[in-house]
């Protein structure tokens, strides 16, 4: 398990091109090592992060916004096979309530504020806020957030079905490094079918979802972590699963 925490306090942990590139860049090693089962991105108790670096869009011009890197690294971010749990705690605004949402799993402290401001500064979220958004709590939830700017709280948030849990406040890295630790403990191969299996679950109709899921599923059955699953299950102790 991996834990990231943002760090510019200076700006409430706001996205700047060199903090997002910097995530991007983990996210891609941490891909390719295997003693790395999931992340936790955390921030701090003030801040998960205030959005993108508004002092740093200002200098961007239309051909600059038209060429700006952190497409590139949102991109990355979001194709990362394992799986993120965001934990969560302050503002989690515009970018950052946008990274929230790249995130599998969200776990907030009571105190959190997930948000989408840009209509604040006469633009519109940029980071995946209006597709992400409307597909974690509705059309009229994710309608009244953008067009309005107005945050809402973590319970209002859990009850929409953007975070899966809230925690007091100090306790929630501890949940979600707990849930990592959990994860850690699957067979490898599974756990990033499933990732990948949920998340197209959100493009696709039913019927070329099930079809999805079952090759995905039917791919496991070759795995030497799937028959060490059952095995293990047989003789009533604990898997020892490979990654293979
Ligand atoms: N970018 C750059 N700096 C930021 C920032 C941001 N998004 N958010 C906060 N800061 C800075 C402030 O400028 C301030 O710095 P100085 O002390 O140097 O002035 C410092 O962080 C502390 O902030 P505040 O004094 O404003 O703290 P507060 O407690 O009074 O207010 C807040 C907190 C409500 C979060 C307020 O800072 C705020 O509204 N921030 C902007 C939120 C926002 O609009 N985010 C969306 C950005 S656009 C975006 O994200 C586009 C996208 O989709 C990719």
């Known amino acids: ?45 003030r801040a998960f992060a205030a959005g993108a670096d508004i002092k740093e869009m200002a200098t961007l011009d239309a051909v600059g916004v038209l060429q700006d890197p952190r497409v590139g690294y949102w991109k990355r971010i979001s194709q990362f096979p394992k799986p ?9 605004l515009g970018g950052g309530c946008e990274l929230a949402m790249h995130a599998d799993i969200l776990i907030a402290g009571h105190q959190a504020q997930f948000g989408q401001p840009e209509i604040n500064l006469g633009i519109i979220p940029g980071a995946g806020g209006t597709q992400r958004l409307l597909r974690a709590v509705g059309k009229s939830t994710a309608m009244q957030m953008v067009l309005t700017g107005e945050p809402i709280s973590a319970q209002r948030a859990y009850e929409a079905g953007l975070i899966s849990e809230i925690t007091q406040a100090e306790l ?49 059955a070759a795995t030497q972590d799937r028959n060490e699953g059952i095995q ?3 003789e009533k102790r604990q898997p020892l699963y490979k990654g293979c």
């Not at 965001?86 to 989690?92: C, E, P, T, Y």
């Not at 699957?186 to 696709?204: R, Y």
């Open 84 to 92: 993120i749990i965001a934990a969560v705690n302050g503002f989690a």
């Open 1 to 45: 398990m991996l834990t990231l925490t943002l760090h510019r306090p200076e700006a409430l942990n706001a996205l700047n091109t060199a903090l997002l590139g910097e995530l991007a860049d983990i996210l891609d090693q941490s891909a390719q090592d295997d003693r790395i089962a999931a992340v936790v991105i955390t921030g701090s108790q």
């Open 232 to 234: 293990a299950f047989m």
């Open 172 to 220: 929630t890295l501890e949940r979600a490094q707990s849930i990592a630790r959990t994860i850690a403990r699957k067979a490898p191969l599974a756990v990033q079918q499933a990732k990948d299996v949920l998340l197209k679950a959100l493009d696709m109709d039913l019927a070329t979802g099930l079809q999805y899921e079952r090759k995905a599923f039917t791919l496991l």
